[in-house]
């Protein structure tokens, strides 16, 4: 066994316990401002891609152990259920997360080799072929009447709830909001008098953006995820909702809003950072940042989907080994000129 | 005293373990009943023997004589009787053994004569005395000592960094070294001042090493020339040359550049020790600090004379039970050894013997999940899992692409991946790999070159020929056509009726080849089968004919 003979004490099992751990700070503001439903929802999720990923492993002559206690297959559940409406049928997220883990993630030749962000694919082919049941949001606490305990969730979730019940307690999401408001010939500020929209992203939305803004400024400062794609999706968003704001106020969002509107937290520091699938040098993380948070904007504004953070990854997906080609590093010294 | 300092890119901090082996103070390892000296200790070519077996030697008597620009001498490290030359097993990383002089010690450890060298020398002739001395490089390249000192046609290299660095965890030789005989390493450095011209005398120590520091901070200030004694951050691999370069002159060297390229030389401290003792007591270098730590009852440094074997040292560390390995250097690129039969060489600085408790079996590797981990750690700022994708999947045209001849193995990529990946190992199958392939193309360049080479003399030696033929046959007209001169005919043959006989006998020559290599099938074929050829081609003529004809028709129409 040649050297090194000793290891830093990290492993990809330590790497995601601590994405998962980042992202408790979140779950819990949506506990609070949403409802219990999600833990169903997140439960519900684990569960399928533990038994998917088992399945696959098998499938494909893998070891079990390894790989299902990596917890990769559960970074990929939670962050496919923090993504999806918190009262969405249990079948949505059932068919999204096999997508994400059967098709994304295995498929493509599992742990470390899939070219797109296995959560934001299942992610995708549920807001393409499910439109309807995916923006049927639960609404924040505050602002509806009905409140659903966890039992109660749990029966909406698995369809035992009749239908005036979910009714009841699902509405719009500010984004969505925005958009029929705007396609309605209505300015952005009579949209944005509606009870929906907080101070910054949208009633409820903004505490879970701050939420996972805290768990992502932790996983940079425990150095698990590096400062570079987070800061430049953020600037990427901001730039361009600040860019569209001046130059027409009345039709384009405030750049504080689009910050802090569902998703973008999430997006920027736990999802644009799955490192399989982003781009891997000092430069091209930027370019990749940038890129992601500038085509959220992109499809906020024009596109035909009221969020565009999940579209944004997967396109910058297919762009990040161009992007490591072309922003190579300088090498110590220079570097030797490779032999032809 | 504070100068400004400059980070490098990437390093790890793994735990220092020096603590173990730091505080002892340096023992003299015993004199071996058997001691053998390697003949390659150093880069460059292995030294010539100039003993033979059953010859009596000296201690420090010239046993290998330097082979070539690049190499160096090799001396007995005891007195005793030359019992052996040849192939032993040495501690090398490859495992295969080499060409070795063995001694029988007669115990009486009986020195040659010898006497202090003039330091003030003409440079070029103390390097060559420093190079009948042995004086190589010991902090880990084992690079001769008086080609490093050899500053070119400037005669001028402005800075000389004495490396104090020793940044890989568990050896502590250089500390002690530093420690106890700060004065020596000095004097050691003073020469090498005078050899390469040097104005400013730079020595970077680890910062963990406080007694080293404040030890060679009072040798400093003893010397008549200015040494500045610098504390640098303790980093993996802040030791390596061209890290402790960039820390304290915020310079890199260039790839493929020497340091010297940029007026910089390097020197190890125990190198400058050893050249001190060569230079102020004519003593060639035969012994060396060896740190033996790890799973040991004892761990401490050893003076030890070259040539003696490894169980040696562990048994006076104080053997344990429980030993998983030995390992010579460091655990971040330490080599482990097949046998502790092995002697120690100039490259020993320390033995590590392994335990389950402190090198436990390093876990599976998981799949790369691209954290660049690695490529943060890389001192290179090279792009580690890029690398290990294109080792992996055999394409080493793009792993040079991405530099992979810059990687200095420090192995701080493998330590830091969460995915327990032997990146190193890869590299070194891909290096290996790419110099195999060299190795053969260089092989099979030679071999079309002598291919080429023969088809031309084949061609040259068939023209000469032809030349022979010529002028004999334009000599044989010649006097041919004076005969009907002497007749009085007068009609000289020209040069142009010359050349074209040449081409007509050179055409009938070749048409009769060409019949003679190419015989036609009609030929040996009885008259009724001729008959029957000639109705088949008649056949197939008037086929063609037909063939043609509505074509040529179609032709015609307007």
Known sequence: MPSPFILDRSSVTQVMAWVLAALVPGIVTYVWLFGPGILVTLALATATALAAEAAMLKARGYPLKPFLTDLSAVVTAWLLALSLPSLAPWWLIVTGTLFAIVVAKHLYGGLGQNIFNPAMVGYAVLIVSFPVQMTHWAGPLELTSAHLSLAQSATAIFGGAPKATLDAVTMATPLDTLRTGLLQQLTVDEVM?????????????????????AGGLALWALRIIGWQVPLAFLAGVWLTAGFLHFYDAGRYGAPWFHLFAPSVMLGAFFIATDPVTGATTPRGKLVFGLGAGFLTMAIRTWGGFPDGVAFAILLMNVAAPLIDQYT????????????K | MSRELFRFRGGVHPPEHKAESNSRPIHPAPLPRKLVIPLRQHI???AKPVVEVGQHVLKGQLIGAPDGAISCAVHASSSGTVTAIDVQPVPHVSGLPDLCITIETDGRDEWIAHAPLDPHADPATLRMRLRDMGIAGLGGAVFPADVKLDPGPTQHCPTLIVNGGECEPWITCDDVLMRHRADDILQGVAVMRHLLGSTEVLVGIEDNKPEALAAMKAAAAKMAFPVEIVAVPARYPGGGAKQMIETLTGRQVPSGKLSTDIGVQVFNVGTAYALARAVLHGEPLISRLVTVTGHVLRPQNFEVLIG?????????????????GVLMGGPMMGVPMPSLDVPVVKATNCLLVKSKELFPPLPKALPCIRCTRCADACPASLQPQELFR?????????????????????????????SHIPLVDYYRYAKAEIWAREKDKRASDVARERHEFRLFRIEREKKEKA??????????????????????????????????????????????????????????????QLRQIDEIEARRAKIRELARQPLESDEKKP
């Open chain 1, 193 to 213: 008098t509606k009870p929906i929209f907080g101070h910054y992203g949208g009633t409820g939305f903004e505490w879970l953006a701050v939420a996972f803004l």
């Open chain 1, 328 to 339: 190579q590093p300088r090498v110590y010294g220079g570097g030797t000129e490779a032999r």
């Open chain 2, 44 to 46: 460059g070519n292995p």
């Open chain 2, 308 to 324: 003696t074997p490894l169980h040696t040292l562990i048994t006076l560390a104080g053997d344990r039970e429980g030993t998983t």
């Open chain 2, 390 to 418: 294109f080792a992996k999947a055999g394409d080493f045209g793009r792993a040079q692409e991405y530099h992979l001849f810059d990687c200095i193995e420090c192995g701080c990529c493998s330590y830091v991946c969460p």
């Open chain 2, 467 to 528: 030349e022979k033929l010529a002028a004999k046959a334009q000599a044989k007209r010649a006097e041919l056509a004076t005969e009907p001169e002497a007749a009085g005919a007068g009609a000289a043959p020209t040069e142009a009726d010359a050349k074209k006989a040449l081409i007509a006998a050179a055409l009938a020559r070749a048409q009769a080849k060409k019949s003679e290599t190419a015989p036609k099938n009609v030929d040996d074929l009885t008259p009724e």
